[in-house]
T-cell receptor
Framework: SQQGEEDPQALSIQEGENATMNCSYKTSINNLQWYRQNSGRGLVHLILIRSNEREKHSGRLRVTLDTSKKSSSLLITASRAADTASYFCATGGFDNYGQNFVFGPGTRLSVLP | KAGVTQTPRYLIKTRGQQVTLSCSPISGHRSVSWYQQTPGQGLQFLFEYFSETQRNKGNFPGRFSGRQFSNSRSEMNVSTLELGDSALYLC????????????FGPGTRLLVL
């Protein structure tokens, strides 16, 4: 399975601090994406990194990808209370049917004011 | 551009009943995927539709079915509901099956009593 596994399962930090979440997967991938989900709602796409990329930035988000270690990290800098949410990594790969996405169990981030 | 819409947002059913959930993708998007999210199993892929054809199916029993209409709107049906079917059902759309980014709707929360 190419399932992503986020680490840690839960993270609690103070506002203004940085938050780092990690994702590991098992098989080769074409891309890896990070999504955010506020309590019980739909997922919001944050950032996509392709297998030939090592780092991407988007605002306060920084994503790295190490295909040799089959791992990715999501860094949120200068966190805000509004960043409180669950964060999921999703690995994208192709099978006989086309592209498929497999989501990890998620990291629950709590940013305390 | 309007986002992915799902109806209804909340639903309460009893065991043995059946339920139909609806998803309207973003205008121009032709691929629709469905996911089930539960606290225990996380996000699990149900199926994907493109051009009114099911292209891919996850590991769910035959009680779970779906279809897509010519306007790309999709429905999923669960027959003979079980308590374990209580979940958040998420729909995601993309331009085409091979597109890397999916856009998620707010979900339908189903409670089976």
């Amino acid at each position: 399975s190419q399932q992503g596994e986020e680490d840690p399962q839960a993270l609690s930090i103070q506002e203004g601090e940085n938050a780092t979440m990690n994702c590991s997967y098992k098989t080769s991938i074409n891309n890896l994406q990070w999504y955010r989900q506020n309590s019980g709602r739909g997922l919001v796409h944050l950032i996509l990194i392709r297998s030939n990329e090592r780092e991407k930035h988007s605002g306060r988000l920084r994503v790295t990808l190490d295909t040799s270690k089959k791992s990715s990290s999501l860094l949120i800098t200068a966190s805000r209370a509004a960043d409180t949410a669950s964060y999921f990594c999703a690995t994208g790969g192709f099978d006989n049917y086309g592209q498929n996405f497999v989501f990890g169990p998620g990291t629950r981030l709590s940013v305390l004011p | 551009k309007a986002g992915v819409t799902q109806t209804p947002r909340y639903l309460i059913k009893t065991r043995g009943q059946q339920v139909t959930l609806s998803c309207s993708p973003i205008s121009g998007h032709r691929s629709v995927s469905w996911y089930q999210q539960t606290p225990g199993q996380g996000l699990q892929f149900l199926f994907e539709y493109f051009s009114e054809t099911q292209r891919n199916k996850g590991n769910f029993p035959g009680r779970f079915s779906g279809r897509q209409f010519s306007n790309s709107r999709s429905e999923m049906n669960v027959s003979t509901l079980e308590l374990g079917d209580s979940a958040l059902y998420l729909c995601a759309s993309s331009l085409a099956p091979s597109e890397e980014t999916q856009y998620f709707g707010p979900g339908t929360r189903l409670l089976v009593l």
